[in-house]
């Protein structure tokens, strides 16, 4: 719906100001009044209307004056002027002209020549002012490092700024916009993640069970690196119709941080409490029973701690090689299909669980087969997984069942399936997303920052793979689905 023009009519004299409201007020503007010069400008300034009918002859200050006041305000500058005068000579519209009135009206006033000025005048003002918007806004835009997009309600792009032709390949020497629908121009270069948040574009609806947090992602290859892209949208009107104005947003940089501070202090907290424990149990038996031990016994438990502290070692040259290197999740090592179950039973006895089942036995499983990830990222992704389905259990005690599918040679299929608590359709559409913790509607409060799976959900989508939580069909529990690409070891 259209707002109506803001008429500003000043005039000193009461049956002026009637004569000109009995006038317009058919035609539904919106009518504002002042009755001297003064007024008018502080009215003005309030308000900012899209046209002023300003009357010359007014004790004090005059319209010209008025006028030439409107005229040096940066605000008012632009707001259009029409001049009502009782006054017909050649250098009184000449000096209106020098002060900046845009058109005149003479007394008695003709009401046919007045509604068709002001209605001229009107649209005139409003054209000039999306004129200027436009102007302002492409400025901006041209200015920006994010890439701004705007669509229609048929997904057609409408406008597209120089940063976001390039981070679509678009032609940056052409100002041409692509035909091709924005969710279709996308996928040929990019991953839109996650799924769930872009199953209704472009009719995006407040619907609570679609994740608002959307992103691109443009997996890692041999030769670059990945790229990630936060897509922020606006509803916003387009001649009569709902289109959306988009904005990309390079995060790649970020992710990169976050992962590695997430890898790094899942690294301290995974793989050195195990041997600081043996360590600093061994030595406190050491200390507390020297005198009630035999030499045998000292020996023993010696050994135990110097088979930890060379563990600590290990693991701590193991963190230093990880510091010094860009980001692990993007390291030239991967991991064979075949060790999968050895990291499985290393978790499994460093947090206490009961036996894992492991389908097929390791033996079954291709010799020849690699993931695109190293041994610690994989192994770090299972504990998560693992530590969920440990904490979610009601008795902290989940039977976990891993089965391997290797039979796709571009994928592995990871399914782990647990008995612990059932999740709502709400829960399993937002366990992925960060600092999201499901945890909070079903057993209190438990540690930790929801950061886990969300990490989990980036190391996959940075080399192109995919992630589904379900819950189980029988009994109690979910199922958490990894697909992860692999490659041959021959190949790289």
């Known amino acids: ?12 004299e009461e049956p002026g100001r009637q004569t000109l409201e009995a006038l317009l007020m058919a035609y539904g503007y919106r009518l504002l009044f002042s009755a001297n010069g003064p007024e008018a400008l502080e009215t003005a300034a309030r308000e900012v209307p899209d046209l002023i009918l ?19 305000d940066p605000l008012l500058a632009e707001v259009p002027v029409i001049m009502v005068t009782a006054l017909d000579d050649r250098e009184s519209r000449l000096r209106g002209l020098d002060v900046g009135a845009d058109d005149f009206l003479s007394k008695p006033i003709d009401r046919m020549e007045l509604c068709a000025r002001i209605k001229t005048i009107v649209r005139l003002n409003r054209y000039r002012q999306l004129l200027s918007e436009r102007s302002r806004f492409e400025w901006i835009a041209k200015q920006s490092s994010d890439g701004l997009i705007i669509i229609d309600a048929h997904d057609i792009i409408r406008y597209c700024n120089p940063q976001a032709r390039h981070y679509l390949n678009l032609d940056l020497e052409s100002d041409a916009l692509p035909t091709e629908p924005f ?15 872009w199953v209704d574009w472009p009719h995006i609806d407040d619907n609570p069970m679609i994740p608002t947090e959307r992103y691109l992602v443009q997996p890692e290859s041999m030769n ?19 289109g959306h104005l988009i904005r990309l947003r390079d995060i790649t940089v970020e992710m990169a941080r976050s992962r590695s501070l997430w890898t790094f202090h899942s690294l301290i907290l995974h793989k050195l409490r195990t041997p600081i424990t043996g360590l600093v149990g061994g030595l406190q038996i050491l200390v507390d029973d020297a005198a009630d ?38 390291s030239d090592e991967r991991c064979a299909v075949q060790h999968i179950p050895m990291l499985l039973e290393q978790i499994q006895t460093q947090m206490e669980l009961a036996p894992i089942t492991i389908d097929p036995d390791r033996d079954v499983l291709p010799a020849d087969r690699a993931l695109v990830l190293p041994e610690q990222i994989i192994s770090l992704m299972f504990h998560e997984i693992l530590s969920n ?10 039977h976990i069942t891993v089965t391997i599918d290797t039979n796709d040679e571009s994928w592995v299929r990871l399914h782990i399936q647990d008995d612990g608590t059932t999740l709502s359709a709400e829960q399993l559409a937002h366990v992925w997303l960060p ?26 989508w940075n080399v192109g793979g995919r992630y589904h939580m379900t819950n189980r069909t029988h009994g ?15 190949s790289g």
Do not use: N
Request: hydrophobic share 45%; charged share 20%; with cysteine.
């Open 293 to 330: 031990l035999s030499g045998q016994d000292i020996g023993e438990f010696a050994q135990i701690a110097l088979v930890s502290a060379r563990r600590l070692h290990d693991q701590l040259e193991a963190i230093l090689r990880y510091v010094r290197q860009k980001d692990l999740a993007l």
């Open 54 to 72: 300003l009357d010359v002859m007014m004790p004090g200050m005059d319209g010209f004056e008025v006028c030439e006041r409107l005229r040096h």
């Open 389 to 398: 389905a440990q904490k979610f259990h009601p008795k902290r005690t989940p």
């Open 224 to 242: 670059a690196p990945s790229i990630w892209f936060q897509v922020d949208v606006l509803t916003l009107p387009i001649e009569h119709e709902t």
């Open 183 to 197: 969710f279709q121009l996308v996928k040929h270069w990019y991953v839109e993640q996650p799924e769930s948040a």
């Open 476 to 490: 109690p529990g979910v199922v958490v689905e990894l697909a992860i690409p692999c490659v041959l070891p021959e």
């Open 435 to 460: 600092y999201y913790q499901a945890e909070k509607y079903f057993i209190g409060e438990v540690p930790g920052m929801g950061l886990g799976l969300a990490m989990v959900a980036s190391l996959l």
């Open 1 to 12: 719906m259209t707002t109506p023009a803001t008429i500003l009519i000043v005039d000193d």
